[in-house]
């Protein structure tokens, strides 16, 4: 323990946190590093279409992808993800003044082992480090805009690079705003407790205020820029997660009361993994609640503790510390709309890959376990032991997680092999006995995610979240794309609606036509895998996956 409680010069300390960065990665995500694993919309892996990016508000994307191409390589993006991860990490332990080599080795921890860069890159592997740059502009944001300068001329060059920044985090996806501003708020609670420091409540507000300024530039510089693309391009907006839909004052108060309540969920309700027992996951469970709830705790308790342990010094009258006291607690009570702001951008629509600004929580709290200033060592070293061990537990569950997560995607992806291959090959007999010329024009009738036979892996189901779901196709377009990316079965894949319309996968998304094949034609077609479920109609192969209306 001496060890880890030995301060280190700034240099060594990046190394370090470098160093930690990729031991936690590999050992979290390595599997996922060097396994393909595409399922979902990481299907679409050579597809790639920028109006979709553009249309949702995410128009740095494109011009990432000239840079890296589009497609989904998880060797490569792991690599710069890694990278991205590890200049967070160097960077939010400049920002907190970090020397301790246990918090950097924690800070790193948390911010790899978290279930939000597990659930994206179970699943979303090729904007993996789409998110994670995301992540990193955000963080460069928050440094900027805290870093003092002497120089007035300097800090205005810091606010608009920061306000730029903004933007471009925005651009590439607009959830990592919430790092930005949890960063911004907890360094003034930070700021708020020395009382020893020389600036006084009033320095500090506008100190506030300035930070939040370049924050707010840079919001409207998105919305601008992304305007005038959709402009220039003609490509029209897209209510997605809420993101371009206008809302009431009773939406706006719903999108509230959904913002605190995800984030007491995120803390509630961790990512589990399978103990093997009913007993086991609760117990497991219990345990990583109860360590939260320990994070927690030590952040609420900081500014009084703090206070009691600063009181004797006398710096300031009473009054003056009990109104920075008040002040340090209702930034508390903001922190939490701070770090899920995204989910009141979305109206209180928000899924698991929008929440990385509540795993920062466990980094402030390390902050203030390293901010602690007390004569009596021993409790200082007693809470730095409760919090290695609390930490300690949530990133170990969450490298547990990771790890039987990736192993659930491995075996659907045998196991869907298998299926679709089964399918692709009644399919190739259905065209030869037809005398069909490949490729094979195909009508998918009916959702693979509703048929049994896509069924769930034993054992597996209690691994969940955004994106993981019984199978890798789920929905319609995805089984096209796992018949000609994963299978290279080179045929054109047709959608049949319950209006007898039909959409050919790849195609513009609008671009629906009347079908040659009526839902009443196939009402008496089984439903895939049996025999009769493949059949040749009017000049096309039709599958039936299912009896209910194909989900697009």
């Not at 959904?258 to 345990?287: C, D, M, Q, W």
């Not at 049949?496 to 513009?508: E, F, M, R, S, T």
Request: charged share 15%; net charge neutral; hydrophobic share 50%.
């Amino acid at each position: 323990m001496n060890v880890l409680n030995k301060n280190l010069p700034q240099p060594k300390l990046n190394i370090v946190s470098i160093l930690s960065t990729l031991s936690f990665f590999l050992l979290a995500h390595g599997y996922r590093f060097s396994n393909l694993l595409f399922s979902h919309d990481s299907l679409n892996v050579c597809e790639y279409k920028p109006e979709w990016e553009l249309g949702i508000g995410r128009f740095m994307q494109p011009v990432l992808y000239v840079i890296r191409g589009v497609l989904g390589a998880p060797w490569l993006f792991s690599v710069i993800s890694i990278l991205w991860l590890s200049l967070s990490a160097v960077f939010i332990i400049k920002i907190f003044n970090i020397y301790s080599l246990w918090a950097v080795i924690a800070i790193s921890g948390i911010i790899v082992c978290n279930n939000v860069i597990t659930l994206s890159n179970a699943t979303y592997i090729q904007w993996m480090d789409v998110y994670t740059l995301a992540l990193f502009t955000a963080v460069l944001a928050a440094w900027l805009l805290l870093k003092a300068e002497d120089n007035k001329l300097i800090q205005i060059k810091n606010y608009i690079l920061a306000a730029v920044l903004v933007a471009i985090s925005m651009g590439l996806y607009q959830a990592y705003i919430g790092v930005t501003l949890g960063i911004i708020v907890f360094a003034y609670i930070l700021k708020l407790g020395n009382i020893e420091s020389k600036n006084s409540i009033k320095s500090l507000f506008i100190g506030i205020i300035k930070s939040c300024i370049p924050i707010l530039i840079g919001g409207i510089l998105y919305l601008v820029l992304w305007k005038t693309i959709l402009a220039l391009s003609g490509i029209n907006s897209q209510n997605y997660f809420g993101m371009d839909e206008s809302s009431s004052a009773k939406g706006y108060v719903y999108a509230l009361y959904r913002t605190y309540k995800n984030v007491a969920i995120f803390f509630r309700r961790p990512s589990l993994y399978n103990t093997g027992s009913i007993i086991g996951t609760r117990i497991i469970e219990f345990v990583i609640v109860i360590a939260n709830i320990i994070v927690l705790a030590i952040l609420g308790i900081y500014p009084i503790a703090n206070y009691v342990l600063s009181k004797k010094k006398q710096i300031n009258s009473k009054s003056v510390d009990i109104i920075r006291l008040s002040i340090q607690y209702l930034l508390f009570a903001i922190l939490p709309f701070a770090v899920n702001f995204a989910c009141f951008m979305t109206k209180g629509d928000e899924h698991d890959l929008m929440r990385y600004g509540m795993v920062m929580i466990y980094v402030y709290a390390i902050v203030i376990i390293c901010n602690i200033k007390t004569d009596k060592e021993k409790w200082t070293i007693k809470l730095t032991n409760i919090l290695l061990v609390c930490l300690s537990i949530v990133i170990w569950s969450n490298i547990v997680f990771s790890n039987q997560l990736y192993l659930k995607k491995s075996l659907q992806e045998e196991a869907t092999n298998y299926k679709i291959g089964r399918l692709v090959e009644m399919i190739e007999k259905t065209a030869e006995s037809a005398n069909l010329e490949s490729p094979y024009k195909i009508i998918i009738v009916g959702n693979a995610s509703d048929n049994d036979y896509f069924n769930d892996i034993k054992d597996t189901e209690m691994l969940g979240g955004t994106g993981i779901y019984d199978s890798p196709i789920t929905y319609g377009r995805t089984i096209g794309f796992y018949m000609n990316y994963m299978l290279g079965a080179n045929m054109d894949v047709y959608l049949l609606d319950k209006n007898d319309n039909c959409y050919l996968v790849g195609d513009d998304e609008t671009n629906w036509n009347l079908s040659p094949i009526s839902n009443q034609e196939l009402e008496d077609v089984p439903v895939f895998p049996r025999e009769e479920s493949v059949v040749y109609l009017e000049n096309y192969i039709v599958v039936k996956m299912s009896d209910t209306d194909m989900v697009y």
